[in-house]
């Protein structure tokens, strides 16, 4: 395991991710095709509608090895010996005592298999889901990078070179789709239950505030969701879903509203998605209209590859490890981690 001399041009690497509520974990080779992807979604959650921290770890402590061994048998590997090259695990940001299962599953791996361990910022692993796709990415890109944790536009120049010039001051947009779900009593995540719901409504019937249209790039959610709970108070003959497709509308207008004022700003190439957000349908076909209206290319990721996986996180980690070289066994759980 020597530093800075490995490389995995042609090689298979194990990515397992579980910062949050899914244990997922992929066989990805060359960093970009995925050989095998495993998610198992925790439903312990739902009934508290969002996630609660320490049984996101003993969930995770549980299912992790049986979500490895399924990746790796679904990728024509044997668990006594998998031809795997290295792995790549999520070491921040999210729940530390999610992020250390999966650290620590990892080192263990890593160590039984002698092959070296990469620790990937789940950030970057959600930036480099667009290149398990097709299309490759054109440079510099403006990336909208919306999760339940983040909502950032970040200038990415090239790989691994990002600036974050706008971000969320309050609630996450995912986290916004969660909590308006939970009052409206749509089940947990609520990004999928207002989209499901919102197919029924109106996005024009309600006019909801679009914050923050200061010419920044920075997002505010928060008084959003106030708005969209006190009109469904005040207002209680108006249906779910037209009250659903009118905040959706009003989140994806300001996500693609300031993508597109930044893409123009920095001269951007391209406009690219990631995050669990970016699953929305709403926000994908919106998004790649306006930006071909304006000749700009977009890099959008299959809805799998949006929401948490271990495949992106094996993608990042092969970058990394073939610039940077291993990790050391010394690896943390990092919950803060800001993008690199
Ligand atoms: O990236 P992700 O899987 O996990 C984090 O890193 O946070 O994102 C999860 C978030 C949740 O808030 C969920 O409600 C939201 O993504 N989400 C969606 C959709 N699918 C997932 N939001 C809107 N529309 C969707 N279809
Ligand atoms: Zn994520």
């Known amino acids: 395991m020597e530093l800075n001399s490995y490389s995995v041009a042609n090689g298979l690497i194990l990515g397992i991710e579980t910062s949050c509520d899914e244990t997922a974990v992929a066989v990805v080779k060359d960093g970009?095709?995925?050989?095998?992807?495993?998610?198992?979604?925790?439903?312990?959650?739902?009934?508290?509608?969002?996630?609660?921290?320490?049984?996101?770890?003993?969930?995770?402590?549980?299912?992790i090895l049986g979500v490895v061994r399924d990746a790796i048998e679904g990728a024509g590997l044997k668990m006594a010996k998998p031809q795997i090259e290295a792995i790549a695990v999520t070491m921040g940001p999210g729940l530390a005592g999610a992020l250390m299962v999966g650290v620590?599953?990892?080192?263990?791996?890593?160590?039984?298999?002698?092959?070296?361990?990469?620790?990937?910022?789940h950030l970057e692993g959600h930036l480099f889901a667009v290149r398990l796709e097709r299309d490759p990415i054109v440079y510099p890109s403006v990336m909208l990078l919306v999760s339940g944790g983040h909502t950032m536009i970040v200038l990415v120049e090239k790989p691994?070179?990002?600036?974050?010039?706008?971000?969320s001051v309050d609630d996450a947009a995912g986290e916004a789709f969660d909590k308006v779900a939970r009052f409206l009593g749509l089940g947990y995540p609520g990004g999928p239950e207002i989209e499901r719901e919102a197919q029924f409504g109106d996005p024009k019937?309600?006019?909801?505030?679009?914050?923050?249209?200061?010419?920044?790039?920075?997002?505010?959610?928060?008084?959003?969701?106030?708005?969209?709970?006190?009109?469904?108070?005040?207002?209680?003959?108006?249906?779910?879903?037209?009250?659903?497709?009118?905040?959706?509308?009003?989140?994806?207008?300001?996500?693609v509203e300031k993508t597109l004022n930044a893409a123009s700003i920095f001269g951007a190439k391209s406009v690219a998605l990631a995050g669990g957000v970016g699953a929305n349908t709403r926000l994908r076909t919106v998004l790649t209209s306006r930006a071909h209206a304006l000749?700009?290319?977009?890099?959008?990721p299959s809805r799998q590859n949006c929401t948490d996986n271990g495949a992106m996180i094996a993608a990042?980690?092969?970058?990394?490890?073939?610039?940077?070289?291993?990790s050391d066994l010394a690896l943390g759980a990092y919950p803060s981690l800001a993008l690199p």
């Open 32 to 63: 970009t095709s995925t050989l095998s992807s495993v998610i198992y979604s925790q439903q312990v959650h739902s009934k508290f509608g969002g996630v609660v921290p320490e049984l996101a770890g003993r969930e995770h402590e549980r299912r």
């Open 104 to 121: 620590a599953a990892a080192k263990a791996l890593s160590l039984a298999w002698g092959i070296p361990l990469v620790g990937v910022n």
């Open 160 to 167: 691994g070179k990002y600036r974050v010039i706008g971000q």
């Open 205 to 255: 019937a309600v006019r909801f505030p679009r914050a923050l249209r200061d010419g920044s790039f920075n997002f505010s959610f928060s008084g959003l969701k106030t708005a969209v709970v006190t009109y469904a108070k005040r207002n209680a003959d108006v249906g779910v879903s037209d009250i659903a497709a009118s905040f959706e509308d009003a989140v994806v207008d300001v996500l």
């Open 295 to 300: 000749d700009l290319a977009v890099c959008i």
């Open 316 to 326: 990042a980690g092969a970058w990394r490890l073939e610039n940077f070289g291993p």
